[in-house]
């Protein structure tokens, strides 16, 4: 029987709740308790009951209940007796403090009575021992001037059980709803489990004897999700779930399904948290040559037709074309412009009957966005929402615009941004970072696997795609978010035997967004990294619509068309 579950979600979800030991004889806990924050308010909510019967009806009320709804839920079992089976003895427990309610469960005891605090902010209204750790917490949060876990200092908070863990057993969970506390005994007396749950799934169902928890059963949502257990469940077969014990002494400190924090005994914070992203170091400057090759094949001639070529990279300040050249098989009637978005753009129209057409572009382009991330250091604090003027808004619609899904699909993509915001406390720049890294590592690369038209909520449900569908993803988040994003269409130098070598032998699409008094920077959400000396940009726009490298149209002829791409970019020899 797990005495403490602790989950942690991305989004709000509606769990069910079965508590199979209030439903055999002689099984029944002496108490148990469920805590959660109904859709992310501060108020939590407390289900709870000491001494229950066997088919207890408030317990048989749980497993049917939709209104369970929440992204944080702590429950407790009590399995041994701190003084008398009464609610005030149960777990979890409950306070209020900084505008917050904060709920608390612990496994384990003291073996020694706490001497009393000074002037303490909090008292206990039971007799636990764990209620009693709870308000020694709290009065010592009070005391710091610290009004949310948010504003405490792990490495404080650390400190703080260690001093009671020198008391007795300590493995505890506490949380204000938006952060989850987690803590494993130093001693390894009472032992904590996490696993990590990730999308795509279609059902979870968490079991053993004496509990059952299914995280599908009211609805479709599919969350990412940190689970912390005494003892590990059994999760349904259709999950790729894996419990891992926490070290002991660790402190983990979780946000939004995430992992935001792990601090060790040693009083260092863990660089192995799976939530922090990469940040880039300074790149040096960088010459790439680069060769576009594009053959179109019909199995007629091809009589007459209208090609619009995007091929000649960017010149401006981060990115410098030394040479361009352009080679087209067949002639026609050209014109070159400079389009709505500031791409270089060619029209051909070409009368004359082909059976093959060849563009091969080449360009040698110096590379100089060397480090994405130096305004950070002269700039303060840049938080979500954006403010921008009218004016402003009206030049960056077209940026602002999310892409035309059903609105239920938008909902879902709105919370799903939504709680990187939160997780890193509106943090413009840490949001973006966090987003880029995320679909990184937690989707797959997978060609052939979608579509020009597979949606951005398509590529959010199935958790792979291709460089595209990731830009389009990024792209409609960050919109969302209210940060103007474009799609940008370019080549990619990775090394001469990378394992994403088959990016640089096609065009590469990543993200920009546009950051106020900085300008537009990119985000690679394929590979979690920001865009410096190794990304060439060719073109940009709303969508792969306006950025594509190479389009047109046939008027008369053709017919069994076959197209071969071939992408070089190497570095130009000194």
Not at 426 to 436: A, E, P, Q, R, S
């Amino acid at each position: 029987m797990p005495n403490l579950l602790a989950m942690s979600f991305e989004g709000d979800l509606v769990p069910s709740f079965n508590l199979r030991c209030l439903q055999e004889p002689g099984k029944a806990p002496d108490g148990w308790g469920l805590g959660y924050y109904p859709a992310g308010e501060p108020a939590a909510s407390v289900i709870k009951e000491g001494a229950p019967t066997e088919g207890s009806r408030r317990a048989t009320i749980i497993p049917g209940w939709d209104h369970l709804a929440g992204s944080v839920f702590l429950l407790h079992l009590r399995t041994a007796s701190w003084g008398a089976a009464t609610a005030a003895n149960t777990q979890p427990f409950l306070r209020s403090h900084g505008g917050r309610d904060l709920l608390f469960a612990h496994g384990g005891s003291l073996e020694r009575r706490l001497a009393p605090l000074a002037n303490a902010a909090f008292e206990p209204v039971g007799s636990t021992d764990s209620e009693i750790i709870f308000c020694r917490l709290l009065s010592l949060l009070a005391a710091s001037g610290t009004r949310t876990l948010d504003e405490l200092d792990p490495v404080v908070f650390s400190r703080w059980l260690a001093d009671l863990n020198a008391q007795g057993s300590l493995t505890l969970a506490i949380t204000d709803g938006h952060s989850l506390f987690l803590y494993a005994d130093v001693n390894g007396h009472g032992e904590l489990h996490l696993a990590h749950l990730a999308p795509p799934y279609a059902q979870v169902q968490l079991t053993d004897p004496d509990l059952e928890v299914d995280l599908t059963s009211h609805g479709v949502k599919r969350p990412k999700g940190i689970l912390a257990c005494s003892t590990p469940l059994e999760v349904s077969a259709d999950v790729a779930v894996t419990w891992s014990r926490v070290d002991p002494g660790h402190l983990l400190v979780i946000r939004e399904g995430a992992i935001h924090a792990d601090h060790t005994p040693s009083g260092t914070l863990a660089d192995t948290s799976p939530a922090r992203p990469r940040q880039p170091v300074r790149a040096a400057v960088k010459c790439l040559d680069v060769r576009h090759r594009t053959v179109y094949r019909y199995g007629n001639p091809v009589e007459k037709s209208f090609h619009l070529l995007r091929v000649v990279p960017f010149h401006d300040r981060m990115q410098s074309v030394l040479e361009h050249n352009l080679f087209v098989s067949v002639g026609g009637q050209e014109v070159e412009y400079e389009d709505v978005f500031g791409n270089q753009a060619r029209k051909i129209h070409i009368s004359q009957p082909f059976t093959e057409l060849v563009i091969d572009a080449r360009s040698k382009v110096e590379l100089r966005d060397v480090d994405p991330l130096s305004f950070r250091r002269l700039r303060t604090r840049t938080t979500i929402p954006l403010v921008w003027m009218p004016w402003q808004r009206h030049m960056l619609q077209p940026y602002l615009l999310p892409p035309e899904l059903p609105e239920n699909q938008l909902v879902d993509l709105t919370e799903y941004a939504m709680s990187f915001a939160r997780r890193n406390d509106d943090d413009l720049i840490d949001t973006l970072l966090d987003v880029n890294a995320t679909i990184h590592k937690e989707y797959a690369y997978r060609q052939g696997s979608t579509t020009n038209a597979t949606t951005a909520y398509e590529v959010f449900s199935m958790r792979q795609g291709v460089c595209q569908d990731f830009a389009n993803l990024f792209i409609c988040m960050a919109r969302l978010l209210g940060v103007p994003a474009r799609y940008v269409c370019g080549y990619l130098y990775t090394g001469p035997k990378h394992e994403n070598q088959a990016q640089a032998e096609a065009s590469h699409a990543w993200a920009q967004v546009y950051l106020p008094e900085v300008g537009w920077r990119g985000f690679d959400p394929t590979n979690g990294v920001l865009t410096q000396t190794d990304h060439v940009r060719v073109a940009v726009g709303r969508s792969y619509v306006d950025a594509t490298p190479t389009g047109g149209a046939i008027f008369r002829g053709g017919g069994g068309e076959m197209l071969e791409v071939a992408v070089t970019c190497e570095l130009a020899p000194d």
